[in-house]
């Protein structure tokens, strides 16, 4: 029987490109799109269902990893077998969800995606930040990967019904790793390639740094 695939993507203030985003899904195939529009005060919300997708809205801004918990929850209502998350800012290629899911298919509960095993231009801040929150992860919760803070994950239902996260904000995908280590859920780290556009790396400027900033206290406050 074909597992019931949905792609979860948490967005906010995305209406320049969350159309495009959605629509390259529907052209690799992938039709369960659900969007959650975490509180933007733009047109993310509106092009969205206009690009045919399932749009949850958040009335006020609560965080990337409250935006991904309600997608989830939607998911699994909707009866979901396997949930991929995906950033809505066009960064992610869906090319990389057929790798992720053939992983998956070899028994593989959690897939997730990093931006550091390929060798790509990544941004030196972005590289700082996120070996500091590997490093921290990796003593709270004992598991070495090599992108904590990536978007891009899919996981079976195994394991989207095991997460118990506190976050609502970015150290969200950190708890994650938490969430594998208690719950012995078997897992694979792969490469994902990554688009970085003008778009993209504007916004990484202005909330990339902080973000990555806050998550490392917030996880050093929680050890």
């Known amino acids: 029987m074909k597992q019931k695939l949905f792609i979860v993507i948490p967005a906010y203030q995305e209406e320049r490109v969350i159309t495009s985003v959605i629509c390259e899904l529907h052209t690799f195939g992938y039709r369960n799109i659900i969007v959650v529009d ?6 993310t919300y ?10 949850l809205r958040h009335s006020m801004n609560r965080g990337k990893g409250a935006a991904v918990k309600t997608g989830i ?5 909707l009866d979901a077998d396997i949930i991929v998350t995906f ?8 090319k990389d969800i057929k790798n992720m899911l053939q992983y998956m298919h070899k028994g593989y509960d959690v897939i997730l995606g990093s931006r550091f095993l390929h ?10 930040y996120n070996g500091i929150a590997n490093s921290i992860a990796y003593v709270l919760y004992g598991i070495w990967v090599t992108d904590s803070q990536s978007g891009f994950r899919a996981y079976n239902r195994d394991a989207f019904s095991a997460l118990d996260t506190e976050s609502d904000r970015y150290e969200f ?29 504007k916004k990484d400027v202005k909330q990339g740094f ?13 050890a």
């Open 210 to 222: 902080l973000s990555g900033i806050k998550t490392a206290f917030q996880l050093v406050m929680k």
């Open 73 to 77: 929850a939607a998911a699994r209502m």
């Open 173 to 201: 995908d950190s708890e994650v790793l938490r969430e594998i280590h208690m719950n012995k859920l078997k897992y694979k780290e792969i490469p994902i390639h990554v688009r970085y556009t003008r778009y993209s790396q």
């Open 46 to 55: 509106h092009r969205s269902q206009q690009a045919a997708a399932i749009v």
């Open 87 to 94: 950033d809505g800012d066009g960064q992610h290629d869906p």
């Open 119 to 128: 060798k790509q231009n990544i941004p030196t801040l972005k590289r700082i």
């Open 38 to 43: 975490d509180g933007s005060t733009d047109g």
